[in-house]
């Protein structure tokens, strides 16, 4: 634990000095130079400073009701890794389609193969989309699979039924986890027969490395919006099933247990920051968030002229 009040203080006095935006060698060169927390704590600061315009918008819309919207505006759930065998974890987005269904949308998790490739699961989404009836669709991803949307939104031709993306604790640049877990050939043989194990597609594996191609390409579609929910928790927020993880992703800087969150900064788009919480985000922040998008989502409906169903 340590005095976070004190750690906010020390966060604001350092931003004065540094860059505009701070880079990433910045922030991982605080981490090293005095503690990993403070380095973390000015990240944090620094996504609410730049950020600070749709973090405050987003914030004014009510969390604890519900706007009608229009029924033919789908939410499509894009869940994460394992979300079959493991649905204790959320990562089946479950609570986002019963949310979204609450207020009128049509709200579907995409059935993707729980253990499947990017590529794989890239093709499924693609499929699906051309086969929707409606003209305005929001993907809402997971974990990994914000690395099957955003394959899908840089290798496929662009369907302009897709409005917006809403990437929650997303895997989108791959993982330095997986980076590890192949790093020399013992490790690639011994990740190898994990997989056949546990029924996984080595290639998903070698796929989520940080040095893929898939995860080098800087172009996206136009008009896109894209909003990033990043989780930001020091060591002592992190959940006993990520700690190891948080530990080992250190020395890449400030992380959520399975990627470093810096990624964030080459991405573009809204970002909207959730202090304490780690990958899984298990935090009461959760919900209200949720309610909160959706009310953003509804309201730019309506804004746009378009008859409610």
Request: contains cysteine; proline residues 6%; glycine residues 6%.
């Amino acid at each position: 634990m340590c005095d976070e009040v004190a750690l906010a203080a020390q966060s604001r006095q350092q931003l004065i000095s540094l860059s505009s935006p701070p880079t990433k060698a910045e922030i991982l060169s605080l981490g090293n130079n005095s503690s990993a927390d403070l380095a973390t704590r000015i990240f944090y600061d620094w996504l609410v400073l730049s950020h600070g315009d749709f973090i405050s918008m987003l914030n004014a819309f009510p969390s604890d009701n519900i706007r009608p919207t229009r029924h033919d505006v789908k939410i499509l759930v894009l869940p994460g890794m394992f979300y079959k065998e493991h649905p204790e974890v959320g990562a089946d987005g479950g609570l986002a389609v019963e949310i979204a269904r609450r207020f009128g949308f049509d709200a579907v998790q995409l059935e993707f193969d729980s253990t499947g490739s990017v590529t794989d699961n890239s093709r499924i989404l693609y499929e699906y989309v051309v086969r929707v009836a409606q003209d305005d669709i929001w993907l809402l991803s997971l974990s990994k699979g914000s690395s099957d949307a955003r394959h899908c939104l840089q290798n496929y031709p662009f369907n302009s039924k897709i409005k917006g993306w809403i990437n929650v604790a997303g895997i989108y640049k791959g993982s330095p986890l997986a980076d590890m877990k192949l790093s020399t050939p013992l490790r690639r043989a011994m990740s190898r027969m994990l997989c056949a194990l546990v029924g996984v597609d080595y290639q998903t594996l070698c796929e989520l490395k940080t040095t893929h191609p898939f995860w080098q390409r800087s172009d996206w579609p136009s008009p896109l919006e894209m909003i990033h929910v990043v989780p930001v928790p020091l060591a002592a927020h992190v959940q006993g099933a990520l700690r190891a993880r948080h530990r080992q992703l250190l020395r890449k800087g400030p992380n959520d247990g399975f990627i470093p969150v810096t990624d964030v900064l080459s991405m573009p788009g809204h970002v909207y920051p959730v202090w304490g919480s780690d990958h899984f985000l298990r935090t009461p922040e959760l919900s209200p968030l949720l309610y909160r998008l959706f009310n953003y989502i509804s309201h730019k409906t309506h804004k746009h002229g378009r008859r409610a169903a």
